[in-house]
């Protein structure tokens, strides 16, 4: 039997913790296993390597989601996911968080069960969690600028970040471009390693802020 996903959650609203610790705590494969009030515990979570994935508000006192995020991913080889909470979906802080490290975004008023699907793709698969309003978000960049390496992608490579960006998951591109599961993968490596970031994430916003999609 798989054992069940830990979340943590962290937020500076107990209300808002218990919700959310009443609903996924109620569903089997999925367990509750920390809670924090500021970005102070959220890396300290973290750092406990207590949990997979980590629900974290971006506005919160003393060190707020979006340091938390970048502390997070700075300092650890294999950070938990993070999808970062928010009350707006066109909120720059959301676009900072995403590029700080962030895997994904939850909206405050999400309906439960698109919650408890969040959290387990970003768990459990490859794909990009809600491409369209990560696209939204990116139409409102305000200075697009070419990321650093950007040139030396080849046309392969390219492509590839292109259905990334769209939401298609490994598999899925694989089959697009009838290629095996293991060349995308080692594709999406050299992106990475060609724009300097860490993964899948931060390589679709990088392909954003360069225009390519």
């Not at 969040?118 to 696209?135: I, Q, S």
């Not at 769209?166 to 060349?183: C, H, K, M």
Request: aromatic residues 4%; negative net charge; hydrophobic residues 50%.
């Amino acid at each position: 039997m798989t054992a069940p996903l830990r979340i943590a959650l962290v937020d500076d609203e107990a209300l808002i913790r218990s919700g959310f610790a009443a609903v996924i705590g109620a569903e089997p494969d999925l367990d509750v296993v920390a809670e924090g009030a500021d970005g102070i515990d959220a890396v300290a979570i973290a750092r406990s390597g207590k949990a997979d994935v980590m629900l974290m508000d971006v506005r919160m006192p003393k060190v707020d989601g979006i340091e938390a995020t970048a502390r997070i991913t700075a300092e650890l080889a294999a950070p938990p996911k993070i999808l970062v909470v928010t009350t707006f979906d066109n909120d720059d802080y959301v676009w900072q968080a995403l590029r700080a490290g962030a895997d994904g975004f939850l909206l405050k008023r999400t309906r439960l069960e698109d919650l408890l699907a969040a959290v387990r793709l970003v768990a459990r698969t490859d794909a990009l969690l809600f491409p369209e309003a990560v696209r939204r978000l990116a139409a409102n960049i305000p200075d697009r600028k070419v990321p650093k390496g950007f040139g030396d992608l080849s046309d392969r490579e390219r492509e590839v970040l292109v259905l990334a960006a769209r939401g298609l998951s490994n598999a899925e591109i694989a089959a697009e471009l009838f290629l095996g599961r293991e060349t995308v993968k080692t594709h999406l490596s050299s992106v990475y390693t060609k724009l300097g970031v860490r993964d899948r994430t931060q390589a679709v916003i990088a392909a954003y802020e360069g225009g390519l999609v």
